[in-house]
């Protein structure tokens, strides 16, 4: 049987902490509630849970102060649930260091893609903690990272230098969202905003070189309005 997660679910509306704490009931995952951001740090520190579900709107403080606090000492997965409908708060979190979102009102289908995506992501951070790899392997895409070398079911994927750039920032943070100015930054050395539209069109060549069904991409994710990710398969 596999192993019982251990949540935090930081949520100060009892309806919607509920409606979370039911649907983990019924998928066999643990969990702790906090209802207040002081409550929320207290249960990080002391019962260190695998991923945190948290509400931004907390009546003692902003939640993006609390993923700001916790990224100073742990890179603990969390998924901001969030009911502001504003890209840019969404943005502002994953910049803080928030792993994925959801918006209020969300389905329970909707969460539990989330948890199980984040598990697959932390399962992964394990397995590769204290080594520094130099190839990642995610479904039939391969990087080597010391040869600067990426092939798809093993066939060489000839990439332009910014297309594998783009690619080994997503495989390095697999199943994180990462926004269009995180990516931008990290790709191209003088950057500005306009450069999201650079951004979508190396995204699309790349996409073309690496996804099996060109409708249906499983490798990288579209958040419109926010960035991409990679999930791992
Ligand atoms: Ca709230």
Redesign the pocket.
């Known amino acids: 049987m596999e192993a019982k997660h251990n949540l935090l679910i930081v949520?100060?509306?009892k309806a919607i902490s509920n409606l979370i704490a039911t649907t983990l009931e019924t998928q066999g995952y643990h969990y702790e509630k906090a209802s207040n951001g002081t409550q929320a740090l207290l249960e990080i520190t002391s019962h260190t849970p695998e991923i945190v579900l948290l509400?931004l709107?907390?009546p003692d403080m902003d939640g993006i102060e609390i993923i700001k606090k916790v990224r100073t000492w742990s890179s603990i997965p969390i998924i901001v649930i969030s009911?502001r409908t504003e890209d840019t708060d969404k943005i502002e979190a994953l910049d803080a260091g928030a792993d994925d979102y959801l918006t209020k009102p969300f389905s329970v289908e909707e969460l539990l893609a989330r948890l199980r995506s984040t598990l697959r992501r932390l399962s992964y951070m394990r397995s590769e903690s204290g080594q520094e790899s130099t190839v990642f392997e995610n479904g039939g895409l391969r990087i080597d990272f010391a040869e600067a070398e990426a092939s798809m079911e093993g066939k060489p994927l000839h990439l332009s230098p910014i297309e594998y750039k783009l690619l080994c920032e997503l495989a390095r943070n697999v199943g994180k969202v990462l926004t269009h100015q995180y990516l931008i930054s990290r790709v191209w050395e003088h950057a500005d905003a306009s450069d999201i539209s650079s951004l979508r069109v190396y995204m699309a060549t790349l996409r073309k070189k690496i996804e099996p069904d060109k409708e249906n991409p499983v490798y990288i994710q579209t958040r419109v309005g926010i960035g991409y990710k990679m999930n791992r398969l």
Do not use: P, S
Request: a negative charge; charged letters at 55%; glycine letters at 14%.
């Open positions: 949520e100060d509306e509400d709107g907390l009911a």
